[in-house]
């Protein structure tokens, strides 16, 4: 689709882009253009056993984000992006509008039960934030408002509620609120009964959970340099008691969550890292008492427990990398030899998750890539698999907090069938639908095309791929591409339905997922081959898939456009690198871009608990791999795509000088004149803006970003 009044911009200092459409007569002087910034390079060596760097732009780095000539930096690179995107703001006022026409304004969650109230969340016209509600007897009986998350953040240019929990009496309601977008929470609690707010002054939290006894309330708090989880503590709110440190994690490769037991009677201490897990529990019968060991931790063991009746159920690796559901007594689960099997390894299949009910259990698995879900009795027979018709879709457990039915609720969505909540009776197998997402306007399901596809890898791996295009769309070679890939962390990128995407696809756009290693769609072996020195795989199979789509006449090759966030933006980046003449166009959210220094420095969040990710940089072979493929280390004199590179001040996982650096650093290096855009939100973290519009908001700037470069 052409787009009306788009016009040719040339910045002074950098060559000029092709010629787009004439413009007209009164406009066709040339647009000029504030320079590019050009971050001042300054020496300074990053030092490691393994070799010495040279980083020009460290000086970037600020800690307490107050440095004025940082500030002032990231300032122009947010103003020089308005005025080369400025021709598009109509463009981008066009595609807000459309989004935002594509969702219910006052929609609500399917309530869902627990000790005789209905939870969900709202929201109302117009308003950003949601609403937590709940009704007492049924759904629909008086409602009772919790938060009107609006109003909390009227005073707030950003505003986050994150872990919440409500006393199994349903008295006391307590939430993490941040509000400046750096994930280091503050308490609240509020009495339902009075209508009381309570401000403890705890901060620096991550999460939490009400005691069974409804007195006493247990959080974990965060490392103040390195924000790892690390400390739970117990007070008494209302009481003139001090906080209690019920325990400390001392090995700084481990996480800690604090949770309740699905019952109600076990406090649960997860402690995480990359590859082991360990419990701590302690019944809530007894709240002020020791947490002790469920099964001491061992490298490479992986296990999660939850209690129903005398037993727990436990999903675990230990000799089964897909996981096994295992079955232990409630007194001799830290011996495995009194664990027993429930459902055994499969090579095929990988457990993603499992929720437990009085008779039965639900399993969430993978299977040839896609996620669906197994129902059986809770000795391991009556097995029933829930199909679907679809190429390509996710079904997941929804929220289930009671555990005495045999009603489920499920969620599925694709990349065709908006989000739909289903309850299914566990006895008789019938299913009912609760609620479709509803898209207003003129959408129609049967408009649009989703398929599978399986792409055969450089080492002959075959990479599943998922497509979502226009029915009028034709897959000729005509059509560009919106390739989207994250690949870490074992995370997996299912097909989900997003109304956002039917902007770029009603304009003739293919939207595809590259399901790469690093994720878990394949199983655990399918991580083990994107990560540490196998990570390299993840960004060729990103360029194999891209290859693949273009060689086979099925996009326009001289209009691929790759995104990713986060560790997506490394995989981006390096692409970038690798491969740069694949692309038209890159954006990259928030990416971890500087591997080698982040990794070196053990003072900053995500380093000493992910070296499991990525390896210590302190060790030569990592070293010498990691280097090999950082994005910001591998930048070089050559042509680059156009790219929009995202950032956020206060970012805490990937903190903001990493997009900034590598921007600075190709602006220095590229010998193109395709734009290299930087924008940092000032007042955000990791996830971006905070509010459902705003959020739309940066979509729209993306897309802009790319359907404009595609039409010229």
């Given at each position: ?88 703001e109509d463009l981008q006022s066009e595609l807000f ?406 902007s770029l696809v009603d304009r003739g756009f293919v ?161 193109d004149g395709n734009p290299l855009l930087l924008l ?33």
């Amino acid at each position: 689709m052409m787009i009306a009044g788009s016009v040719l911009l040339v910045a002074c200092g950098e060559r000029e882009a092709e010629p787009g459409p004439p413009l007209e007569p009164e406009v066709q002087a040339v647009v000029e253009q504030p320079d590019p910034p050009m971050a001042e390079q300054r020496d300074h060596v990053v030092k490691a056993p393994a070799g010495e760097r040279n980083d020009p732009w460290y000086w970037l780095r600020d800690d307490s984000r107050g440095d004025p000539e940082v500030l002032a930096y990231l300032e122009a690179e947010n103003d020089y992006l308005q005025a080369r995107m400025a021709h598009t703001e109509d463009l981008q006022s066009e595609l807000f509008s459309e989004m935002r026409s594509r969702i219910v304004e006052d929609d609500s969650t399917v309530p869902f039960p627990y000790r005789g109230y209905y939870y969900y969340i709202r929201f109302e016209d117009d308003r950003e934030y949601p609403i937590h509600a709940r009704r007492k007897g049924s759904p629909d009986g008086e409602e009772e408002i919790l938060l009107d998350v609006n109003e909390l953040a009227a005073d707030h240019a950003f505003y986050q509620v994150g872990n919440w929990d409500v006393t199994p009496d349903g008295r006391w309601f307590a939430w993490l609120e941040d509000t400046v977008g750096q994930r280091q929470f503050r308490i609240r609690i509020l009495n339902t009964e009075s209508g009381e707010m309570m401000d403890p002054d705890i901060g620096g939290v991550s999460s939490l959970a009400w005691g069974a006894d409804g007195r006493h309330l247990f959080y974990v708090e965060n490392d103040p340099d390195t924000l790892r989880s690390f400390r739970v503590r117990r007070f008494a709110p209302g009481q003139d008691e001090a906080p209690v440190t019920v325990y400390e994690e001392d090995d700084t490769a481990f996480y800690t969550f604090i949770g309740r037991s699905k019952s109600d009677e076990y406090m649960i201490i997860f402690h995480y890292s990359t590859a082991s897990t360990e419990l701590r529990i302690l019944p809530t019968a007894e709240p002020e008492g020791e947490f002790r060991v469920f099964l001491p931790r061992q490298r490479d063991h992986q296990y999660y427990a939850e209690h129903i009746g005398d037993q727990w159920i436990i999903r675990s690796n230990y000799q089964a990398p897909n996981f096994a559901l295992m079955s232990a007594p409630v007194d001799g689960h830290d011996d495995m030899a009194n664990w027993s099997t429930v459902v055994a390894h499969d090579n095929s299949v990988f457990i993603q998750g499992f929720d437990t009910f009085t008779d039965f259990i639900a399993i969430s698995e993978r299977s040839n890539g896609l996620r669906r879900i197994r129902i059986l009795n809770r000795d391991g027979s009556g097995e029933e698999m829930l199909t679907f018709d679809e190429p390509a879709y996710t079904a997941s457990l929804a929220v289930n907090r009671e555990q005495e039915t045999e009603l489920l609720r499920f969620s599925y969505s694709s990349l065709t069938t908006p989000t739909s909540v289903y309850q299914i009776d566990m006895r008789t197998g019938e299913r009912e639908l609760l609620k479709r997402d509803e898209v207003p306007g003129d959408f129609d399901p049967d408009h649009y095309r989703s398929d599978r596809l399986w792409v055969e890898a450089r080492d002959g791996t075959k990479v599943p791929v998922s497509l979502l295009y226009h029915r009028d769309t034709a897959l000729d070679g005509t059509a560009p591409l919106y390739l989207f890939g994250y690949g870490a962390y074992g995370a997996s990128m299912d097909p989900f339905f997003a109304t956002g995407r039917l902007s770029l696809v009603d304009r003739g756009f293919v939207f595809a997922i590259a399901h790469i290693r690093g994720g878990q769609e394949m199983g655990r072996e399918w991580y083990e081959q994107g990560r540490l020195t196998n990570k390299k795989n993840t960004f060729t199979d990103f360029i194999d898939v891209t290859r693949y789509l273009v060689d086979q006449g099925m996009v326009d090759g001289e209009r691929v456009f790759a995104v990713g966030g986060s560790a997506g933006g490394l995989l981006v980046g390096a692409v970038a690198n690798m491969a740069p003449e694949l692309y038209r166009g890159i954006v990259a959210h928030v990416p971890f871009v500087d591997v080698v220094t982040t990794m070196l420095d053990e003072s900053i969040p995500l380093t000493t608990n992910e070296f499991d990710e990525w390896g210590n940089p302190v060790e030569p072979e990592f070293y010498e791999y990691m280097l090999a493929y950082s994005p910001y280390d591998n930048v070089s004199e050559q042509d680059y795509p156009a790219m929009l590179v995202t950032a956020g001040l206060w970012d805490s996982q990937v903190q903001y000088w990493e997009p900034a650096k590598w921007v600075a650093r190709m602006r220095a290096n590229k010998t193109d004149g395709n734009p290299l855009l930087l924008l940092t939100h000032m007042e955000a973290g990791h996830g971006g803006q905070s509010g459902r519009f705003r959020r739309m908001e940066q979509t729209a700037l993306e897309y802009a970003f790319i359907l404009d470069l595609a039409e010229h």
